[in-house]
């Protein structure tokens, strides 16, 4: 099999926010060309700020790439703007859901499309979305900020995909839904890879989820990639079955019996 | 019973001159979340540039109407507003995305004390005159009906139809081309409109230049009837109560708080100002709106705001 | 789940009905708290779990029904006298005061039990400064028991999602409450931070005796620590009881759990 | 080296005001670079320094303070808003510098007994209100035509404004007539109100207390409501071109009262201005503005404080420097004639004699009225005297009160 | 020596609720004060005193009135200008009114009618929001403007409708050098300086601030958002009133309503947005920022134009002086929207870091 080529290419990054605090502290990463690739690590590992990195949204934070560089199919993108991506089919679904509050989710849904034209496609792609998420469907009338933080959620999602990405950057997309839903954002990801070539890299927490659809893992800790390889590997790994995947040996152990002297694992690096 | 109605038509006839300005205000509020003060140091700076061109284009060029002075010197002006449109997205603005609502209002105070100085540098800070060849004298209608007939000015009618064609080519430019959807979008979430790929910086170009059109429609109105001079900053501090009493981010409020302000400020002035020494329009119409607001937070015809947990 | 003293009811929802416009997010729920209990509501995006924690809370009004509280009924109540009976919670979406540290964040929490007035406060003199420092003393208590030491003095909207979730809960907590209800208290956590959560919940229950109320979407969550689960679903309840009875009831199954689990 | 008489220009040159307290500065520069052409105060040298308050009180206050001790000390201050006025009158008895208000602030201020670092040179706004009634009076053939009649006052709602007030309720008592007070709020843009109540209770004459915007924009509702502008009379800063310029041949017929000069392009000190200042490249404003109504104020306003010092120089030292406690002396003290008028080149600008002293802090109540013929204006009455009779009484009551109120006992000197 | 505070351990709560917690901070304000005490009298001169330090803590006062409503409780207000007036107009009648009042009294007493009007107007806060709230506060501003212009009774009567007072004096300290002056109003601010960071930093600060960031989880939480909210109106508006006061008995002398119209509102906003929304610190910086630099610059341009041996007129002084002030606002904005005070933590906390960068 031919190495397929690197679609994004994250170099050694360090991001300062606000000028003082440090946060990546030299990351660096690949996706492939037609890969779902996860990024897996606890709170404030930094997963946030690599994908705002990636999709130049870092600015409006305070944050600032003050070292390495991104590249996109080989292009350095640090001096593209935001929109500048999205043309260019890089769409990041941010974390915490930011629907527009006053519009409704169909109105949120439209305004993914803002880069295309042709109104026919508009329409099979806003179809497509209330396929994938029929829920949204019957609350396309309501303003997106009284629907319930799932349905956020998924308007989230679903108005990412109205701009026809070929790269999308998913920041924590299981967060806040419930199972049965969580399980089909992720088969509606492993459709459109499949099916649409589209690259995804994901920041999640629940790393059960995430290994079992991705092809690839980095797991970040405190600002570094602390660990990274094949999603099978990652998940026959001792050290990711104890404290990522929640597993003592092969069992899953109970949220019950969880101990207060609760060992901790922290990577050297 | 004339006078009455005298005041009325009085109080519509300003009303439509807030509702201009409230509209610049509007516009931008809706498309960017920025409560623009700058409004009416762009209504001056507008008027300013012309008022100066229409002087001194007939000089520089050697013709003589009045309407050709006018309508170039429209044109220029309106090509400055665009100008100026950039040079607040590329310096101010898009330095400033997903900053505060209070911040944002700072900023364009900052605009203000900016283009007021640049304003009088480059065109000095006398009374200019606009002139629209429009007759000042009034005419009296329905002579027979009341005594002394109904006064309408025609200046007043001339003005009233050029902002109403304003108001509506607005109305149905945001309709139409569908930058509508994208403008509340921005106001809503910049970061998440950025996700979107929506070029924040072209849409602010664009509102603000929107509003600058508007200021410079309503400079020139306003100017003709009062000469070009820095007091036009103040009415634009009329059009504040118009805006909140509308709804920050409504077009149409914007227009019939507009008339709902201007006439009863008018029959406030006059009925029940005598009683308490006079002034009171000053600060009637801010009282108005203090008290509408009570019953409604957004104002008339704003969104409501909403509050989740 | 053995040692533990269930107690009588302390919370009881009658036939609560919501509506938003033409929205029915509740219809005639009814349900009840015993004290000592962990109570987990769970159901489908958009089934009104939250919106049954707003009614309790008395941030929106139902339009019909009531909750009674230890024995006292209310048709609607207001935020605070709902806070002065004891009842904290923590949201979905994080509303901590972002702008200020993670010790006031905690201190508003005391908010309710300070008695020196404003000119007291404003010298900062005697009993004021006593008042402070005792509060502080209890705030210090849960900031340990969470383990956030090390954040005392960031501003929250600094912190990282997990440990705002945190703080969120620390909240809560200082206002030493009888029933304190958690809105999705785990989510956008991996199993080790969960673990450390669902930990605390486990202690505050079992030390405080605090009766809890928890939204929840991770079923392995609900099912190992609450001790009964209500179930809705687009407003309307579909199941209750023991974690057991619920995992096996069809219809919990076919709206929520789907059929994987 | 030699003095230097140092006399500080607080300026309105920017905002709101700046159409018409700029010609003021221009002409208060240009007359003090007149008086050093023609070699100073008796060899002593003019020095202007300006500062911008654009017509603020605490930026005119911080101007004062800047300016105050500059060169040798500020010989005296004519801040050109009432406001300002107000602030720095507290100051000057401790700085020692005197303080000319020609034509605005208090009115009581003519009292030099309880406010003696104070002058209201050639008119306060009582005289103005008294003057304007008596030609309304004249015209409508004698004070007891007035009876019955209703006369409307369009004022800045302000203690500028108000001050005309007092004088025209208290001629309204002894004529009986109706006073219909009319206040604008500032800046003055905003006038339909007002003038629909004129047109609805149509009094016979209107009356103005205005400046700047607000008298364009009561002229152009005067034209917009059809009130006759033959029946509108303004105060002094009411009746400026820079107002009217524009309104044009709308405006013929509005009067108003001057401070002794009006425009005055023919006059010999502009004539001397425009050969020796501006010809010479030193002009300070536009040259076409020369003799127009406000630059002719400053020149004026110059020459009073030049006077002064010239009066004072008399007693302290000719050809010396002197400072803000002698110039009051001078000013105190002035008297200058008709003769010396027409010596400086105020022949048909202003009318002597102007005599101050203790208690009259004014020097002259002799006004004219003039009248827009379209393009400018003409003078339209013979010279006037308020009737200081009824003014002096109210002033000294006034002051009186004033004087309790701050606990200020009166100047004991002989002569006051 | 080093800013450093390891080895300063808090053994008890108390004393890590000191108002400033770091030794070295504790020092530098004591000392900072003694100078404004000492120092400065030592070495000022009239202009300094009478133009712009006296303006400079009278503005510095009223902005931390402003910034407890806005910058702690969320509330955007531009009606300040007028809470000053009511302070001013009010503090003048009853020192003018009631036989022997002393000074003290009746400034304070400003501050109680300001406190009240500015609850009045504070009840639309318990509806309306934001920007609304903002524009909706301007009914005050206007309002207030003309009362006092209109109302004769405010002025005793007085025919132009004017106020001044003189021979002020405290216990039998008479106010009359600028030196004077500047001492007085230094007492009144700093005292009020530190009530009001005692304040903001006790329970009612965090009722504020937990309204101000999210006012549905603060009452959920108990607090009464109409309480807070008033209370804060009350503060806020009692300090800029007693602010108000102090700037027409001690700055002016003699005032007209115009000296607290919209331009002293907006001026206060600027005030605290430069200096730090939520920073007591920060009102000094903004308000010394706010009345240096337009002086500075309108003697700064003359200097450099002469410089280059050009003559620039008033006017043109002017104008430059707005459009760099403007421009000033608008850059500090960008660089640092969270205002000076913003720089003076930055600044602790690298010192705190020094010598490593992060
Ligand atoms: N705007 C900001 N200003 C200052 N610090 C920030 C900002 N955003 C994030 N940080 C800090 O950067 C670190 C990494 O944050 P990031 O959001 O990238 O983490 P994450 O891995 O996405 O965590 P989570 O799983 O909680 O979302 C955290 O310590 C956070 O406190
Ligand atoms: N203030 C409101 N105005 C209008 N509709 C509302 C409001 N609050 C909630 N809703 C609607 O009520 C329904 C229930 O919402 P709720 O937030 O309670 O759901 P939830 O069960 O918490 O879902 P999730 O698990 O996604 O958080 C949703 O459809 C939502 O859109
Ligand atoms: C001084 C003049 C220019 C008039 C001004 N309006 C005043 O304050 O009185
Ligand atoms: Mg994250
Ligand atoms: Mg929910």
């Not at chain 3, 009674?68 to 806070?83: D, E, I, L, P, Y």
């Not at chain 4, 009130?227 to 309104?247: C, V, Y």
């Not at chain 5, 009240?116 to 709230?133: D, E, H, Q, T």
Request: glycine share 10%.
């Amino acid at each position: 099999m031919s190495t397929p080529s690197i679609v994004i290419n994250v170099n050694g990054i360090e991001v300062i926010y606000n000028h003082v605090i440090l946060v990546l502290k030299g990351v660096s990463l690949q996706v492939a060309d037609g890969q779902i690739a996860a990024i897996l690590g606890g709170n404030g590992a930094g997963k946030t700020t690599t994908l705002r990195s990636i999709s130049n949204l870092l600015k409006a934070e305070r944050g600032e790439v003050t070292k390495g560089s991104v590249e996109l199919r080989g292009e350095r993108i640090d001096i593209l703007s935001t929109s500048d991506l999205v043309k260019r089919g890089v769409v990041q679904v941010m974390e915490g859901r930011h629907c527009f509050a006053h519009l409704t989710i169909e109105e949120n849904l439209l305004t993914g499309a803002y880069t295309r034209s042709g109104k026919a496609e508009i329409a099979a792609s806003l179809e497509k979305v209330y396929n994938y998420f029929p829920r949204l469907k019957t609350r396309r009338t309501s303003q997106a900020a009284y629907t319930s933080g799932g349905e956020q959620q998924m308007c989230a999602i679903g108005r990412a995909l109205m701009a026809n990405p070929s790269v999308l950057l998913l920041d924590e997309p299981s967060m806040g839904l419930a199972p049965q839903i969580v399980e089909e954002v992720f088969e509606i990801v492993k459709d459109l890879n499949q099916k649409e070539r589209v690259t995804f890299l994901i920041a999640e927490q629940n790393t059960n989820m995430a290994l079992r659809y991705a092809d690839y893992g980095y797991i970040m800790e405190s600002g570094r990639i602390v660990m990274d390889g094949k999603a099978d590997d990652l998940r026959n790994n001792e050290d990711v079955k104890e404290f990522y995947l929640g597993m003592g040996g092969t069992e899953r152990k109970s949220f019950k019996d969880v101990k207060s002297y609760k060992r901790r694992k922290r990577w050297l690096a | 019973m004339g006078f009455f109605l005298e005041t009325i038509i009085a109080g519509l006839m300003n009303g439509v001159l807030y509702s201009l300005v409230a509209l610049g205000f509007v516009l931008i509020f809706k498309a960017s979340g920025v409560f623009n003060f700058a409004q009416g140091a762009m209504v001056l700076f507008a008027a300013l540039a012309m008022a100066r061109f229409a002087e001194w284009l007939p000089e520089w060029l050697g013709f003589e109407s009045l309407l050709l002075a006018n309508v170039l010197a429209f044109a220029i002006a309106a090509f400055l507003m665009l100008i100026f449109a950039w040079a607040v997205e590329r310096f101010v603005l898009r330095h400033l995305v997903n900053q505060e609502g209070v911040v944002l209002l700072m900023a364009t105070l900052g605009i203000t004390f900016f283009i007021d100085g640049f304003g009088q540098t480059i065109f000095g800070s006398d009374i200019y005159a606009i002139d629209l060849g429009l007759p000042a004298e009034p005419i009296f209608i329905l002579e027979g009906l009341f005594p002394g007939g109904l006064l309408i000015n025609q200046d007043d009618l001339v003005t009233a139809l050029m902002a109403m064609a304003m108001v509506a080519l607005l109305t149905l430019f945001f309709q139409k081309t569908g930058t509508g959807r994208a403008l509340r979008a921005v106001a809503d979430d910049h970061q998440a409109a950025q996700s979107v790929g929506i070029p924040l910086g072209r849409m602010w170009v664009i509102v603000w230049f929107m509003a600058g059109l508007t200021a410079l429609v309503a400079g020139m109105i306003w100017g003709e009837k009062m000469g070009v001079q820095f007091a036009l900053t103040f009415v634009a501090l009329k059009a504040l109560p118009v805006i909140i009493l509308g709804g920050l981010t409504s077009v149409p409020g914007a227009i019939v708080a507009g008339l709902i302000i201007g006439v009863s400020e008018q029959l406030a002035e006059v009925y029940i100002g005598p009683m308490v020494g006079g002034g009171i329009q000053i600060w009637f119409a801010y009282v108005l709106a203090m008290v509408v607001l009570l019953f409604r937070p957004q104002g008339l015809f704003g969104e409501k705001i909403i509050d989740r947990v | 789940m053995s040692k533990k003293k269930i107690g009588d009811v302390i919370l009881d929802v009658n036939n609560i009905s919501l509506r938003f416009g033409g929205v029915k997010a509740l219809s005639d729920i009814s349900f009840d708290v015993r004290e000592h209990e962990i109570r987990a509501i769970i159901g489908p995006n958009g089934a009104g779990k939250s919106s049954m924690l707003n009614c309790i809370n008395g941030v929106y009004k139902p339009q019909e029904g009531s909750i009674t509280f230890r024995g006292q009924t209310f048709k609607h109540m207001n935020s605070r006298q709902v806070a002065e009976l004891g009842v904290a919670r923590t949201f979905q979406n994080l509303a901590l005061f972002k702008g200020m540290s993670v010790i006031d964040n905690l201190m508003t929490g005391r908010n309710l039990r300070i008695k020196s007035n404003l000119l007291l406060q404003a010298l900062r003199w005697g009993p004021a400064e006593r008042e402070e420092s005792e509060h502080r003393e209890k705030v210090e208590r849960i900031i340990d028991f969470l383990e956030i030491q090390a954040h005392r003095k960031t501003p929250v909207g600094q912190l990282p999602y997990g440990l705002q979730k945190r703080v969120d809960l620390g909240r809560a907590l200082a206002m030493e409450p009888q029933v304190l209800l958690l809105d999705e208290p785990m989510a956008g956590m991996n199993v080790e931070e969960k673990q450390d959560m669902c930990r605390f919940v486990l202690d505050v229950n079992d030390e405080f005796g605090t009766t809890i109320v928890l939204i929840e979407h991770d079923m392995s969550v609900v099912m190992d620590i609450s001790d009964r689960v209500v179930v809705l679903d687009y407003g309307k309840k579909i199941g209750d009881g023991v974690p057991d009875e619920v995992r096996a009831n069809p219809d919990v199954i076919s709206a929520y759990l789907g059929t994987s689990h | 080296q030699a003095p230097v008489q140092f006399f500080p220009s607080l300026t309105g040159r920017t905002g709101a005001v700046a159409p018409n307290a700029a010609p003021f500065a221009n002409g208060y520069a240009d007359y003090m670079k007149l008086v050093n052409a023609r070699g100073g105060i008796n060899g002593v040298q003019t020095l202007v320094e300006e500062c911008e308050t654009a017509y603020a009180t605490d930026r005119g206050v911080e101007c004062y303070e800047r300016l105050k001790a500059r060169h040798g000390g500020a010989t005296v201050f004519q801040p050109l808003s009432t406001g300002i006025t107000f602030a720095l009158m507290p100051r000057l008895a401790v700085d020692k510098i005197p303080m000319i208000t020609s034509g605005y602030g208090r009115s009581d201020t003519a009292d030099g007994a309880i406010f003696p670092w104070v002058f209201p040179l050639l008119g306060h706004y009582w005289i103005a209100g008294d003057v304007v009634l008596q030609h309304i009076a004249n015209r409508s053939g004698g004070w007891d035509r007035l009876r019955g009649k209703t006369i409307a006052v369009v004022y800045h709602d302000s203690p500028f404004g108000r001050e005309v007030l007092p004088i025209i309720n208290r001629r309204a008592e002894m004529h009986g007539f109706t006073v219909l007070a009319l206040p604008v709020p500032p800046p003055g843009v905003e006038q339909r109100a007002i003038w629909l109540q004129i047109r609805q209770q149509r009094p016979d004459f209107v009356i103005m207390q205005t400046w700047g915007v607000m008298t364009a924009t009561a002229i152009r509702q005067a034209v917009a409501t059809g009130f006759p502008r033959d029946r509108m009379f303004g105060t002094w800063w009411s009746g400026a071109e820079p107002d009217l310029r524009d309104i044009g041949a709308d405006a013929r017929g509005y009067s108003a009262v001057m401070m002794q000069h009006g425009q005055a392009r023919d006059s010999e000190v502009v004539r001397q201005i425009l050969a020796q200042v501006h010809d010479r490249g030193q002009g300070t404003g536009p040259r076409a503005e020369v003799g127009d109504v406000l630059y002719m104020r400053g020149v004026v306003g110059a020459m009073l404080a030049v006077e002064g010092v010239f009066r004072a120089q008399e007693r302290f030292g000719r050809g010396r420097h002197v400072t803000g406690e002698q110039a009051r002396w001078g000013y105190e003290n002035l008297n200058i004639t008709q003769a010396r008028l027409d010596q400086l080149g105020f022949a048909g600008v202003l009318r002597g004699p102007i005599v101050t002293s203790c208690r009259n802090h004014v020097g002259t109540a002799m006004m004219r009225i003039h009248t827009w013929n379209g393009s400018g204006f003409d003078w339209s009455s013979d010279w006037l005297q308020a009737d200081m009779n009824v003014i002096n009484r109210m002033v000294t009551a006034s002051a009186e009160s004033f004087a309790r109120d701050n606990n200020i006992t009166r100047r004991t000197e002989p002569g006051c | 020596m080093f800013y450093r505070e390891n080895g300063q351990f808090k053994t008890t709560y108390k004393s890590d609720q000191q108002i400033f917690a770091v030794k070295q901070d504790r020092i530098a304000i004591i000392a900072i004060i003694a100078f404004a005490f000492i120092g400065v009298p030592m070495l000022a001169d009239e202009y300094l005193f009478r133009a712009i330090l006296v303006p400079f803590l009278i503005l510095a006062l009223a902005a931390i009135g402003v910034n407890i409503l806005v910058g702690y409780c969320g509330q955007i207000s531009l009606g300040s200008g007028a809470f000053m007036a009511v302070g001013a107009y009010m503090a003048y009648n009853v020192f003018m009114r009631v036989e022997d009042m002393p000074l003290i009294v009746a400034l304070l007493s400003g501050g109680f009618f300001a406190m009240l009007a500015g609850i009045i107007f504070g009840i639309p806060s318990l509806r309306v929001k934001g920007l609304y709230l903002a524009v909706a506060t301007l009914a005050a501003q206007f309002f207030f403007d003309w009362l006092f212009v209109r109302v004769r009774w405010f002025t005793l009567d007085s025919p132009a409708g004017t106020a001044e007072v003189s021979n002020l004096s405290v216990f039998g300290w008479q106010i009359a050098t600028p030196m004077d002056k500047y001492l007085f109003v230094l007492g009144f601010v700093v005292v009020f300086a530190l009530l009001a960071k005692n304040l903001v930093r006790g329970p009612i600060g965090r009722e504020w601030m937990a309204i101000r960031d999210m006012d549905v989880a603060a009452s959920v939480i108990g607090i009464r958002p109409m309480y807070a909210k008033l209370t804060a109106f009350a503060v806020s508006s009692f300090i800029i009133g007693v602010a108000g006061a102090l700037w027409a008995f001690v700055h002016l002398g003699s005032w007209e309503p115009l000296s607290f119209d919209i331009n002293r509102s907006f001026q206060l906003l600027f005030i605290v947005i430069i200096g730090g929304l939520g920073s007591i610190m920060g009102c000094f910086f903004g308000a010394a920022f706010i009345v240096i630099t337009p002086i500075v610059l309108n003697q700064l341009l003359p200097w450099i134009g002469s410089l280059f041996g050009v003559e620039i007129s008033t006017a043109m002084v002017g104008h430059a002086e707005f459009m760099i002030f403007g421009a000033l606002i608008v850059w500090f904005l960008i660089k640092e929207p969270h205002g000076l005070a913003k720089y003076w933590s930055m600044a602790r906390h690298k010192l705190r870091l020094w010598p490593f960068p992060h």
